[in-house]
């Protein structure tokens, strides 16, 4: 996936209208500002989300996608609310590999190895290998869709999840780097999907959605980095370019981002050209105290809030629409086809 030359353009056709994808990092509970341990695996949060079907994704035929770690692929309670959820057709399941608490363990516990792209080509394979399993055998369910835990892709990656049967990863974060902590740079990407890998049966990229906002959006990949350098940090300029609005970086997320950001940036997208957007967050999320964004129950409101807020605006006035991974996966699969006879 990091072989430029082949990638290929996934595009819906011409005038069909913007599509919102849902994919949540379905992951045990740990202390961010903690080293990372493989002793943290409860999984209490996942029962919880059941609570946004209620409240947003039933309402609007969302049907998001459950990116599932080990701890909670071999809970049985974890299993149990998202496999009912699945076998009603209100959810996907695909994979999300945390190293650290998937087996087997052979690596030394540390950040430079919670990217999965760090470790031995033939230790990472093996934890995709016995996740994909452990998913198949507890859900009843092949994963086809794959996010790497802390967007840790490596160079032997692409090659690991085509071999398990994957057909589309969701780990690129374009306009992002975290080579400061040992991670993967992906500075070079955009916020368009792509197809990569093996022409006659190629992988499609969803990347998470990332994009600039503000009058010097243009200029965003190519300004950023520059302020994000040291001697610029110290003055706190991106800071000061995103709240004067020259310049912002948004994520597309409830964690860290309002409705107003999140509306801002789909906007700013759809008139780019931008066919498809992806929601992302965390499932810990979804109960207070479990991760830095939510941490009372006055944020979870206004992280439920800002979802539904955002959702509402999507659909009413961009005109947008909302699939499953799945369902985006085949009906690019369609585009691509007569694509290819024309170029061949």
Same mark, same amino acid.
């Given at each position: 996936?990091?072989?430029?030359?082949?990638?290929?353009?996934?595009?819906?056709?011409?005038?069909?209208?913007?599509?919102?994808?849902?994919?949540?990092?379905?992951?045990?509970?740990?202390?961010?500002?903690?080293?990372?341990?493989?002793?943290?695996?409860?999984?209490?949060?996942?029962?919880?989300?059941?609570?946004?079907?209620?409240?947003?994704?039933?309402?609007?035929?969302?049907?998001?996608?459950?990116?599932?770690?080990?701890?909670?692929?071999?809970?049985?309670?974890?299993?149990?609310?998202?496999?009912?959820?699945?076998?009603?057709?209100?959810?996907?399941?695909?994979?999300?590999?945390?190293?650290?608490?998937?087996?087997?363990?052979?690596?030394?516990?540390?950040?430079?190895?919670?990217?999965?792209?760090?470790?031995?080509?033939?230790?990472?394979?093996?934890?995709?290998?016995?996740?994909?399993?452990?998913?198949?055998?507890?859900?009843?369910?092949?994963?086809?869709?794959?996010?790497?835990?802390?967007?840790?892709?490596?160079?032997?990656?692409?090659?690991?999840?085509?071999?398990?049967?994957?057909?589309?990863?969701?780990?690129?974060?374009?306009?992002?780097?975290?080579?400061?902590?040992?991670?993967?740079?992906?500075?070079?990407?955009?916020?368009?999907?792509?197809?990569?890998?093996?022409?006659?049966?190629?992988?499609?990229?969803?990347?998470?959605?990332?994009?600039?906002? =503000?009058?010097?959006?243009?200029?965003? /990949?190519? !300004?950023?980095?520059? @302020?994000?350098?040291? +001697? $610029?940090?110290? *003055?706190?300029?991106?800071?000061?370019?995103?709240?004067?609005?020259?310049?912002?970086?948004?994520?597309?997320?409830?964690?860290?981002?309002?409705?107003?950001?999140?509306?801002?940036?789909?906007?700013?997208?759809?008139?780019?050209?931008?066919?498809?957007?992806?929601?992302?967050?965390?499932?810990?999320?979804?109960?207070?105290?479990?991760?830095?964004?939510?941490?009372?129950?006055?944020?979870?409101?206004?992280?439920?809030?800002?979802?539904?807020?955002?959702?509402?605006?999507?659909?009413?006035?961009? =005109?947008?629409?909302?699939?499953?991974? /799945?369902? !985006?996966?085949?009906? @690019?699969?369609?585009? +691509? $086809?007569?694509? *290819?006879?024309?170029?061949?």
């Amino acid at each position: 996936m990091f072989d430029r030359t082949s990638h290929a353009p996934a595009r819906l056709p011409r005038n069909h209208p913007p599509v919102l994808l849902v994919a949540v990092d379905t992951e045990e509970e740990f202390h961010w500002d903690k080293p990372f341990s493989r002793e943290s695996t409860a999984t209490t949060s996942i029962a919880a989300q059941k609570m946004l079907h209620d409240r947003i994704y039933d309402r609007y035929g969302i049907v998001p996608t459950y990116l599932v770690d080990w701890p909670v692929a071999t809970a049985p309670q974890s299993v149990s609310t998202l496999k009912s959820l699945m076998e009603n057709r209100q959810c996907e399941i695909g994979t999300h590999l945390h190293p650290w608490v998937s087996p087997p363990h052979h690596e030394t516990v540390s950040t430079f190895n919670s990217y999965a792209g760090n470790l031995p080509k033939w230790l990472e394979f093996e934890k995709l290998r016995c996740l994909t399993e452990m998913i198949s055998e507890n859900f009843g369910h092949k994963p086809i869709i794959f996010k790497a835990g802390r967007y840790g892709l490596g160079r032997n990656t692409a090659e690991a999840i085509a071999k398990l049967g994957y057909k589309v990863d969701a780990s690129i974060v374009p306009y992002t780097s975290f080579a400061s902590d040992g991670g993967p740079d992906f500075s070079g990407f955009s916020e368009y999907p792509f197809w990569f890998g093996d022409e006659s049966n190629p992988m499609l990229e969803l990347p998470v959605t990332t994009g600039f906002h =503000g009058l010097l959006r243009d200029y965003g /990949s190519a !300004l950023y980095p520059h @302020l994000a350098a040291a +001697r $610029l940090a110290a *003055l706190r300029v991106r800071g000061i370019a995103a709240r004067t609005r020259m310049l912002e970086r948004i994520r597309l997320t409830p964690e860290g981002c309002n409705a107003n950001d999140m509306i801002r940036l789909a906007t700013t997208l759809t008139r780019k050209g931008c066919q498809v957007m992806t929601l992302t967050y965390h499932s810990p999320s979804a109960v207070p105290g479990h991760t830095p964004y939510v941490r009372s129950n006055m944020e979870l409101e206004a992280f439920l809030s800002s979802i539904e807020e955002f959702c509402a605006y999507f659909k009413h006035e961009l =005109g947008g629409v909302f699939m499953s991974i /799945s369902v !985006l996966h085949g009906k @690019l699969e369609q585009s +691509r $086809l007569p694509w *290819l006879a024309q170029t061949a």
